[in-house]
Every structure is written in structure tokens, then in C-alpha cells.
């Protein structure tokens, strides 16, 4: 079955350090989505990604979908603790009908 | 709107109590799912609709069952609670037709099986 792996599970920056979390799916995906979750919260809606190759950007995160459409990757530049989070991606097969979710990366940010 | 509700918020069963775990969604969306999150695990598919008498299989769904009557809500039921069960539950909506847009979480249910 559809497999999506994220590493690292855990990460600890500095305040300021760049972090970068990355998705790897076992099969090829047709469009792949990021979330946020805040501790004790819900997870919510970051962005999603349909072509190969993409790369977009909200602000301090950027986002790309690889060219063989089975990776993804988030990188925040200079963390803020307001960052602080569990970020999950979140793939869909092609033909399938849902989303696999990957373990996700819990970020702390030391102040 | 009140987007993706989800009752009770919190949750205590005994070994083989079973219970219905409420979602409801206000935006008219076709698409809704369960998952369960376990620490390390991320987050895991139970079931899912793609519309109103449409539900299938996720990943975990032993032990559970799911029926969507209407558009607006998709219970989830636990048939004979077990410790295994004890974790975070959430409910999801989006649209749905060439891909599942955004998805829009309710705020969870946390369910412990003693």
C-alpha cells in the first residue's frame, strides 16, 4: 500500500536557524499538501502542490514538489517560536480517492 | 460558518462500551474522513466518504464504523471500545472532484479506554 515517510521526526533549532522537513512517498503522488498542527491543536492547512518540480513560497516557508512527483520538502528560513509545531504532508496516489498522511516533524524552537 | 464540529471534546470508556463519536460540517463538502492520531504516528485514515452513501476503508478501520446519511455528518462508531482504541480522533471535510482540496480539521476528540 501507499507508504509517506517524513524525516526528521523531531527538531530542535535556535531561534533565527534555518529548519527543513522532508516527505518521500513509495509511490507517485498527484498532488501533495502541508499541514501545521500547534500543540494540543488541530492540524491546519498550509498549501498544496501539483506539478512536477513546483516550488512556491509564503513568506519564510518554501515548499517543492519533486520532479518525479514521490518528494516533497518545507524549509523555514530563520525560525520564529511562533513556528513551533508538528508539520505533517500529506500525499494522494494517483486514481486514489484520499491522503496518506506522513508521521510528521515536531519543531521546538529555543528562544 | 461553524466549520467542522466534532462532539463530545473529551471522552472516558470502560473495555467494551461502545459509542458514536459526532462531525458535522456547514460548507457543503463532499469529501469526509476519520483519522486517529498516536504519539509517533501521525496521523492515520479510519474512513472516508466521498459523498453521501458512499464510505470506504482507510487504513485503520477495524473496530470501527462509519455511515453518511446526509452531506452534513459522518458518525463514527466504536463497536466494543478497547485500550488500543485510546487516542486522538478528528474528523475532516474538503471538496472533492479531480483531487481533495484543503482539508478543514474539526478541533478533535480525545477518547481513553480504560
Known amino acids: 500500500g501507499q507508504q509517506v515517510m517524513q524525516i526528521p521526526q523531531y527538531q530542535h533549532v535556535q531561534e533565527g536557524e534555518d529548519f527543513t522537513t522532508y516527505c518521500n512517498s513509495s509511490t507517485t503522488l498527484s498532488n501533495i499538501q502541508w499541514y501545521k498542527q500547534r500543540p494540543g491543536g488541530h492540524p491546519v492547512f498550509l498549501i498544496q502542490l501539483v506539478k512536477s518540480g513546483e516550488v512556491k513560497k509564503q513568506k519564510r516557508l518554501t515548499f517543492q514538489f519533486g520532479e518525479a512527483k514521490k518528494n516533497s520538502s518545507l524549509h523555514i528560513t530563520a525560525t520564529q517560536t511562533t513556528d513551533v509545531g508538528t508539520y505533517f504532508c500529506?500525499?494522494?496516489?494517483?486514481?486514489?480517492?484520499?491522503?496518506?498522511f506522513g508521521t510528521g516533524t515536531r519543531l521546538t524552537v529555543i528562544p | 460558518n461553524a466549520g467542522v464540529t466534532q462532539t463530545p471534546k473529551f471522552q472516558v470508556l470502560k473495555t467494551g462500551q461502545s459509542m458514536t463519536l459526532q462531525c458535522a460540517q456547514d460548507m457543503n463538502h463532499e469529501y469526509m474522513s476519520w483519522y486517529r492520531q498516536d504519539p509517533g504516528m501521525g496521523l492515520r485514515l479510519i474512513h472516508y466518504?466521498?459523498?453521501?452513501?458512499?464510505?470506504d476503508q482507510g487504513e485503520v478501520p477495524n473496530g470501527y464504523n462509519v455511515s453518511r446519511s446526509t452531506t452534513e455528518d459522518f458518525p463514527l462508531r466504536l463497536l466494543s471500545a478497547a485500550p488500543s482504541q485510546t487516542s486522538v480522533y478528528f474528523c475532516?471535510?474538503?471538496?472533492?472532484?479531480?483531487?481533495?482540496?484543503?482539508?478543514?480539521f474539526g478541533p478533535g476528540t480525545r477518547l481513553t479506554v480504560t
Open positions: 466518504s466521498v459523498g453521501a452513501g458512499i464510505t
Open positions: 475532516a471535510s474538503s471538496s472533492h472532484g479531480q483531487a481533495i482540496y484543503e482539508q478543514y
Open positions: 500529506a500525499g494522494r496516489g494517483t486514481g486514489a480517492n484520499n491522503l496518506f
